[in-house]
């Protein structure tokens, strides 16, 4: 799919098309995308936790999502807790901050990786929606993950149903200024 195309096409989906199924390998290829991104002396600070099960996912929508979040992910293929190391990008090798930011950097490079993660899944034939409305004390519990990553978002997998309309975009002289 050629790039424009791509990133006009990429829809948050919150309605799948039933009965759909994805394979680890394809979910592989999705995340190989998410670590070609640009990180932090190339930190690649970024880790993924893949349900795909029934019952991985129905707690991820019963116990860690509101309502409306987990309407909008069934019939999702698999959903991913996307987290990151905390305190490697941005950081010296004594452990010192690099500067003013810390570990946002570390959200600045999962950003990244989500980004490539969420077009190659649109590239290979899935949608997704980022949710960031989530418990992250009971998704660390359920899959283990360790305090020492930060988890931040949720990204449902699956097929759209629908088409759903472009939301409204800022035109480049809105965000820009040239000197
Ligand atoms: C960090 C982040 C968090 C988001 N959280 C949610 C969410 O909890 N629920 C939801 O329905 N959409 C969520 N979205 C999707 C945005 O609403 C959506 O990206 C935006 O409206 C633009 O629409 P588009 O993705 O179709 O271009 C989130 C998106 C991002 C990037």
Redesign the pocket.
């Known amino acids: 799919m050629e790039f424009a195309q791509l990133l006009e096409s ?3 989906i ?1 309605q799948y098309k039933p009965q759909m199924r994805i394979s680890e390998d394809q979910i592989k290829v999705m995340i190989d995308a998410a670590i070609q991104a640009p990180t932090w002396k190339n930190s690649q600070t970024g880790r993924y936790y893949v349900a795909m099960s029934e019952d991985a996912m129905n707690f991820i929508k019963n116990q860690c999502l509101p309502e ?2 987990a309407n ?1 992910c069934q019939n999702a293929v698999a959903i991913i807790i996307t987290a990151y190391e905390t305190k490697r990008s941005g950081f010296e090798r004594d452990g010192s901050p690099t500067n003013e930011l810390g570990d946002k950097w570390g959200v600045y490079d999962l950003g990244l990786q989500n980004e490539n993660l969420v077009l190659k899944a649109r590239e290979t034939g899935y949608d997704t ?5 989530r418990d992250v004390t009971k998704l660390r519990e359920r899959f283990g993950i360790p305090e020492s990553q930060e988890i931040v ?1 949720v990204i449902s997998v699956g097929v759209r149903e629908n088409d ?1 309309p ?2 409204n975009r800022k035109a480049p002289e809105d965000v820009t200024k040239f000197f």
Request: charge should be positive; avoid cysteine; proline fraction near 12%.
């Open positions: 990429r829809r948050s919150r409306f979040n909008n929606l980022i949710m960031g409305i978002s759903p472009k939301p």
